[in-house]
Nanobody, 117 residues
C-alpha cells in the first residue's frame, strides 16, 4: 500500500511562491530517489526536479534558480519550493518515488498549480 500524497497547490499570481509537499508511506524512504514532475495540457510530462537519498539535486533548465527540492527523511516527505512563478509553470505537479533497488516508480495523484493574475 504505497501512497504518495501531494499538497500545497493552488492559485498564485505571477511572481509569487508556493511550497508543495509530498508525503510518502508504504516505502522505505531512504531507498527512493524522489522526483517532481509536471503535466500541462498539450505538453509532455516534464521532470522538474530530483533529489537522491543522499541529498543530491538536479533541476530542469526551465526552473533552475527558481525552484528548490528538499526532503525530510524523518517525515518521509519531499518538498518543492517554487519562487518567481510565471504562467508557464501552470500544471499538475506530481510526486514520484523511484525505488533504486527494484526500479519501480510510484506516483502521487497530483496537485494543481495555476499561475494567473
Amino acid at each position: 500500500q504505497v501512497q504518495l500524497v501531494e499538497s500545497g497547490g493552488g492559485l498564485v499570481q505571477p511572481g509569487g511562491s508556493l511550497r508543495l509537499s509530498c508525503a510518502a508511506s508504504g516505502i522505505i524512504f531512504s531507498h527512493n530517489t524522489m522526483d517532481w514532475y509536471r503535466q500541462a495540457p498539450g505538453k509532455q510530462r516534464e521532470l522538474v526536479a530530483t533529489i537522491t537519498s543522499g541529498g543530491s539535486t538536479n533541476y530542469a533548465d526551465s526552473v533552475k534558480g527558481r525552484f528548490t527540492i528538499s526532503r525530510d527523511n524523518a517525515k518521509n516527505t519531499v518538498y518543492l519550493q517554487m519562487n518567481s512563478l510565471n504562467s508557464e509553470d501552470t500544471a499538475v505537479y506530481v510526486c514520484n518515488a523511484f525505488e533504486i533497488y527494484t526500479g519501480r516508480n510510484y506516483w502521487g495523484q497530483g496537485t494543481q498549480v495555476t499561475v494567473s493574475s
